[in-house]
């Protein structure tokens, strides 16, 4: 199993592009999670998915859009980046039930000039 | 009232010391409290967690201290080694209900383990 997969690895954008951060799990999972992680703020929940076609909005989901069409992609939309955007990005996978542990994938490293 | 506080941001311990990490809740509704490591440019991934049934529990080298009255837990790393050298953050849910397993973490620690 390749576990949390996420692409492009590193990405810089201008102000105002747009792009979709990818993000894979084989583990048949319910449970998906895109998480930001800035210097000294630990991380952040952006976006949470309980099952294919189920999204609802975490701590800081402004500027951003999520759709979960299959059990195994979670894909993030930043539309209108902005500089406050510049951060790493994880997607996360659990199984749900009484699982708990969160499996998280290598991350984005997303610059916005 | 969803935050949690974790202190110090950084640590130097010598190889060999007990590395201390302290977290504060004041959600009485989280109930599920892990430990997760990362290493520089990798994702987190769990190290050990606990529940509020529990005052310690022990994984190898890693212990969670757990005081509920005081809503407060802490990891402590015995025989410390460089490659325990990562950052550590705590985290907090509630696994009630629903149980979305939405996590809010604390703000991480730094740990150098010098040889």
């Known amino acids: 199993n390749a576990g949390v997969t996420q692409t492009p690895k590193f990405r810089i954008l201008k102000i105002g592009q747009s792009m979709t951060l990818q993000c894979t799990q084989d583990?048949?999972?319910?449970?998906m999670y895109w998480y930001r992680q800035d210097p000294g703020m630990g991380l952040k929940l952006i976006y949470y998915?309980?099952?294919?076609?189920?999204?609802d909005k975490g701590e800081v989901p402004n500027g951003y859009n999520v759709s979960r069409s299959t059990t195994e992609d979670f894909p993030l939309r930043l539309e209108l980046a902005a500089p406050s955007q510049t951060s790493v990005y994880f997607c996360?996978?659990?199984?749900?039930?009484?699982?708990?542990?969160?499996?998280f994938g290598p991350g984005t490293r997303l610059t916005v000039l | 009232q969803q935050q949690v506080k974790q202190s110090p941001q950084s640590l130097i311990v010598q190889k060999g010391g007990i590395p201390i990490i302290n977290c504060a809740y004041e959600?009485?509704?989280?109930?599920?409290f892990p430990w997760y490591q990362q290493f520089p440019g990798k994702g987190p991934a769990l190290l050990i967690a606990i529940r509020p049934d529990v005052s310690e529990k022990k994984e190898g080298r890693f212990t969670i201290s757990f005081n509920k009255s005081a809503k407060q837990f802490s990891l402590h790393i015995m025989d410390s080694q460089p490659g325990d050298s990562a950052t550590y953050f705590c985290a907090a849910c509630s696994t009630f209900s629903s149980n979305t397993g939405k996590l809010i973490f604390g703000q991480g620690t730094t740990l150098q383990v010098k040889p």
């Open positions: 959600n009485t509704a989280f109930d599920y």
């Open positions: 996360a996978s659990r199984s749900g039930g009484t699982g708990n542990e969160q499996f």
């Open positions: 998915s309980v099952g294919a076609g189920i999204t």
């Open positions: 583990m048949n999972h319910n449970y």
